[in-house]
């Protein structure tokens, strides 16, 4: 049996991208259907880290206060490099309404956003309802006009003016719809667990720890874990693996030693990990005829600086607007124009924080004796000099918001401790 929706917009893709823009649209009157696969809004060893400029549009967005009390406000960033510490970031020194990163669990914020649309009367969400094709007129030439979805009460079919796929970083949407990108592997990928945060670390700082070509991320989880991230070559979970846990448990003691009895006691198995592929896509357009790509199904970033949640929510406050003047034109070619203008006006953003995130890369992955040498004093440059520290951090943190002297109230909570 099959069921049929009509709206002006229908999202693919239930995440920090797909509910911000639906929500905008529905705030807008502009009516919208997002469908989303997953039947819950779990995502774990996803991203948290919100940046200051999306906590910045949040608290625009009204969603700030009802987030109050599920998130962790990042003051600090320290990297450790070899036992030293080369650079220590402090984010009051920032001059922004909203200087300081958050973690903020994503079901926290998927909720959040789903309950802000059920709101309004033009937002409809379907969650276990996963894409399987495109309608398009004319065959597969003509605009896309709706998608068909598989749900567990059988086919789902949902006609829209636009599509817009938020369906991230292996998006099939973008797979059906044949727009061409390039996929660029990196040299690494990423091994993911959780653990108890330890006692003498406070829960308000980010921690990088590098020694030779091994390099860990040290992310503090509300309410009271700690998200680690060890790098591992491009395909080597299997090497890695065939050594066994105690390797795994090895890197650790080297990076993170605060850390070695209780990864012990908390990883019992591979099960307790997981692996993400990192690697960066270049989509080269980001629309056609009744569709347009967004967050990270057009423009793939990797974990470093936790931009990807970050140009999502911006992606979102960015199309709402352009997408509702082109339906009040209620022509095709207002939406292709509404289209490309998105993508000029995000596709710089997006290029210099890709830059700034492969630059990073590279550092991380100095191994030897000069590299090391090289990247150490490079780092120690950056945190004597406190302009030319702020001018860094500024092209990946602060892209939005202005600077002045409104600086968003300092939040300090004690941890939770496990018993």
Same mark, same amino acid.
């Given at each position: 049996m099959t069921a049929e929706l009509t709206a002006q917009v229908c999202v693919v893709g239930g995440g920090p991208a797909g509910l911000a823009l639906a929500v905008e649209l529905a705030k807008r009157s502009v009516s919208v259907v997002v469908l989303e696969q997953s039947g819950h809004f779990n995502r774990s060893f996803r991203g948290e880290s919100v940046s200051p400029d999306s906590v910045w549009l949040l608290d625009r967005l009204g969603l700030l206060d009802r987030l109050d009390g599920t998130y962790e406000q990042m003051h600090h960033m320290e990297i450790i490099d070899s036992g030293s510490t080369v650079l220590s970031v402090d984010f009051s020194d920032f001059p922004y309404p909203h200087p300081y990163p958050v973690e903020l669990p994503q079901p926290a914020l998927l909720s959040a956003l789903a309950d802000v649309g059920r709101e309004h009367p033009g937002f409809t969400l379907r969650q276990s309802a996963t894409a399987v094709g495109l309608l398009r007129e004319r065959g597969d030439s003509g605009p896309v006009t709706g998608v068909r /979805?598989?749900?567990?009460?059988?086919?789902l079919v949902v006609r829209a003016a636009l599509t817009v796929a938020a369906d991230g970083r292996f998006s099939k949407v973008r797979e059906m719809s044949g727009l061409p990108y390039e996929k660029q592997p990196l040299d690494r990928d990423v091994i993911w667990l959780r653990l108890p945060i330890p006692q003498e670390w406070d829960s308000n700082t980010y921690r990088i720890r590098i020694r030779g070509g091994e390099h860990g991320l040290f992310i503090p989880t509300h309410p009271d874990s700690v998200r680690v991230g060890l790098n591992i070559p491009k395909g080597g979970l299997k090497d890695l693996r065939a050594k066994g846990l105690g390797a795994l448990h090895e890197r650790l003691d080297r990076l993170a030693p605060e850390l070695s009895a209780t990864v012990r006691k908390e990883v019992k198995s591979w099960s307790d990990t997981s692996m993400l592929d990192i690697f960066t896509t270049v989509v080269p357009n980001w629309s056609m005829p009744g569709l347009i790509l967004m967050g990270d199904a057009a423009h793939t970033l990797t974990p470093i600086l936790g931009q990807g949640v970050n140009h999502a929510i911006i992606d979102a406050v960015t199309l709402a607007p352009l997408v509702e003047e082109a339906m009040a034109q209620n022509t095709t070619a207002a939406l292709v124009r509404a289209g490309e203008t998105f993508q000029r006006t995000r596709e710089?953003?997006?290029?210099?924080?890709? /830059?700034?995130?492969?630059?990073?890369?590279?550092?991380?992955?100095?191994?030897?004796?000069?590299?090391?040498?090289?990247?150490?004093?490079?780092?120690r440059v950056v945190d004597r000099n406190r302009t030319l520290q702020q001018k860094v951090l500024a092209r990946a943190y602060f892209q939005v918001q202005e600077p002045g002297t409104t600086v968003a109230r300092r939040v300090t909570r004690e941890p939770a401790r496990p018993s």
């Open positions: /979805a598989r749900t567990p009460d059988g086919e710089e953003a997006v290029r210099l924080s890709r /830059a700034l995130q492969l630059r990073q890369e590279r550092l991380f992955a100095l191994d030897g004796r000069l590299g090391g040498l090289a990247r150490r004093s490079l780092y």
